[in-house]
């Protein structure tokens, strides 16, 4: 029963550098978030997918892309890290519609992201 | 952009005394979430709530979804030293769709 798995747990970049940050979910749930969480700004939302073949951006997008490589993995990629995207990211996800007990996000542990 | 507010930022406080935090929302939400957060760990689903004066307790925690849809309140009874962490409230709008916003968190200190 592992919920959301993140990978890596930790990761150092240099500037310009690109990484991706993998996400799974094993609960069947069709909507996956990419979250950042920095001091002080709670949780802002990166990008989300509402369902399988669909992405869409949130609050912070800029220097981002998302692959929803199918309805179990949701990767988040940095093309050219810069400092000011270190943060930890953190993946979710969760199931729609109107039943109560639904609709609410399930996190992974998170990723810890440090560009120099 | 939606605005969501949640205070106190931080609090210190005795074991075995009661908390309270708060989210205000600029906008109506039709779902309010509450989670716990311990360090280096994802943010924990405490509460959900789904309707307008919606009271719903969970152990010694309750939160109430308020009334004009524009707030939300987590209320922590007899707190006990495991209740540290950051509490974050998270709220989706009418409006939107998937979208939560989340609030920038209480962060709770309980001394012995």
């Known amino acids: 029963n592992a919920g959301v798995t993140q990978t890596p747990k930790f990761q150092v970049l240099k500037t310009g550098q690109s990484m991706t940050l993998q996400c799974a979910q094993d609960m069947n749930h069709n909507s996956m978030y990419w979250y950042r969480q920095d001091p002080g700004m709670g949780l802002r939302l990166i990008y989300y997918s509402a369902s399988e073949g669909t992405t869409d951006k949130g609050e912070v997008p800029n220097g981002y892309n998302v692959s929803r490589l199918n309805k179990r993995e949701f990767s988040l990629r940095l093309e050219s890290a810069a400092p000011s995207q270190t943060s930890v990211y953190f993946c979710?996800?969760?199931?729609?519609?109107?039943?109560?007990?639904?609709?609410?996000?399930?996190f992974g542990a998170g990723s810890r992201l440090t560009v120099l | 952009g939606q605005q969501l507010n949640q205070s106190p930022q931080s609090m210190f406080i005795q074991e075995g005394e009661d908390v309270s935090m708060n989210c205000t929302s600029s906008s109506i939400f039709n779902t309010w979430l509450w989670y716990k957060q311990d360090p280096g760990e994802g943010p924990v689903l405490l509460i959900a709530?789904?309707?307008?004066?919606e009271l719903t307790s969970n152990g010694r925690l309750t939160a109430q979804f308020g009334i004009t849809r524009k707030d939300s309140f987590l209320n922590i009874s007899a707190s006990i030293p495991s209740d540290v962490g950051i509490y974050f409230c998270?709220?989706?709008?009418?409006?939107?769709?998937?979208?939560?916003?989340f609030g920038t968190g209480t962060r709770l200190k309980v001394l012995a």
């Open positions: 979710a996800s969760s199931e729609i519609g109107q039943i109560s007990g639904a609709n609410v996000l399930t």
């Open positions: 709530l789904y309707k307008a004066g």
């Open positions: 998270a709220g989706r709008s009418t409006s939107g769709t998937y979208k939560y916003i």
